[in-house]
């Protein structure tokens, strides 16, 4: 194994090597705090990490951590080192990292840098240089991350598959490859990205979506540019990547690999009427009449989809197209969107049998004739979110005869249910409903349900089972 010099005539009497450090696996109480795992041991509390801190063969877990604290931890860990994760060290400078590489911690696999404001792009561009070979997980947010740090990350790191931008705010569109203006060999070494995280990423906008659906559609199975600049007219520049012809590009190779895709607050603003990829591959678009059928056609491995946020776009006819389309999907969140009412409901129970998770909460247009569609075409439902609708108690009854897997529901300001209801629920017509699967139930804000119920809940749900109720969270531990 090839190691650093330096490395290696500093460990003298330290017969352990780092494998771990990890700022984000401790609890609140002690956070920001360190973990350090010993190579091969793979579970450790706090207490005995502290026990051990103060016979000298740990750090002070308690403190925040600063540069003298990673050089110390690198020079313990050297190659060994796997994981580093820094979720919390504000402290933390140019200085720190370069000891990460002065010591030879070359093998890191996962790394993730946030909450920072004083770790410069050419220091981490020269990090992932050093650790390009291993690297396949890389998660920052770092006030000072631009374009050049992620360019290096998807030109030079060969096998990395997870790459979370989260509130880099200065990661603009150019940060991404145009795979038809590269060789054939730069476009072999583009990794085989799975997840794509740029929740945030305020000067990202659909340039950027559709760049990435041309260098990386064949393999990015998770999507989130939730909080950016991209608009739905994203889906069209996605839809125009997956429609190039191998003849036209080599950028990509067939269908779109999309399984899970987030865009919470985006705009739903289509632009110009005729819009382009920015390949010319004679594709044109027209905004009027396209359908977002076009592009789930070319995303048929879809499952879990979130377009959650105050939009007025967001409609039935929106929701039904989706259905229609995505016969696999097993989760869907379009919380907040106000026009969104029962036929979206009665479209998801007819297309979307196998539907998990859903999240109406704040469609106050669906009412119980949609609820009561939804709860019987979607029977393997676990997780329902219900808040702020006008439902009753009926609905609320369909829930405890048909979802006998359901495992979260959420039922917050719904103002026409009553007590008979929530109990409906729990033991349903037969004495069974969801009493032997339901892990959380909450029910806050809804006055005509009395708090006197969460003791009935007590006594017949699951013994860690959480019921929030009123204004407080009641967490039911049955001894």
Known sequence: MLVSKTWYYSIDRWPVLWSRID???????????????????????????????????????????????????????????????????????DAGIYSVIHYGCVNIRYLALLANTHISSDTLVALIGYISRTLENFVLSTAKTDDAVVKKALSCAPNLVHLDLSYCRLVTDDAFPRPEYMSDVDRQALPQLRVLVLNGCMRVGDVSVGRIGRAFGTSLQTLDISYTIATTRCLCFLAVAANIKQGQSRAIRGPLSLQTLYMNNIAFEPG?????????????????????????????????????????????????????????????????????????????????????????????????????????????????????????????????NNLHYLETLVLDMCQLISTDGIKAVVEGPSGMGCMFTLTELSFMRCRRVHNEVVEWCKQRLKPNAIVRSGFSLADMDVS
Request: charge should be neutral; glycine fraction near 8%; aromatic fraction near 8%.
């Open 23 to 93: 700022t984000n696996s401790m609890p609140e109480r002690i956070r920001p705090a360190m973990v350090l795992r010993q190579w091969g041991v793979e579970n450790g509390d706090a207490s005995s990490i502290a026990s051990k801190s103060a016979e000298g063969d740990f750090m002070d877990v308690t403190r925040s951590l600063h540069d003298r604290n990673i050089s110390t931890l690198a020079r313990r860990a050297g190659p060994a080192l796997r994981r580093l994760s820094l979720s919390f060290s504000p402290h933390i400078t």
């Open 272 to 400: 110009p009427r005729h819009i382009r990829s920015e390949v010319d591959v004679g594709i044109h678009f027209n905004v009027a009449t396209w359908s977002i059928d076009q592009f789930y056609q070319y995303a048929p491995q879809l499952t879990s989809l979130t377009i959650a946020g105050k939009n007025y776009m967001v409609t039935d006819e929106f929701i039904a197209q989706i259905a229609r389309n995505c016969h696999q999907l097993t989760f869907i969140d379009v919380r907040d969107s106000v026009r969104v009412g029962h036929p979206s409901l009665f479209a998801l129970s007819e297309h979307c049998a196998g539907l998990e998770y859903a999240n109406f909460d704040g469609c106050v247009s669906c009412l119980d004739t949609g609820v009561l569609a939804l709860v019987r075409g979607c029977l393997r439902l676990k997780g329902l979110n219900l808040s702020e609708l006008g439902i009753t108690n009926t609905s609320l009854v369909a829930i405890g």
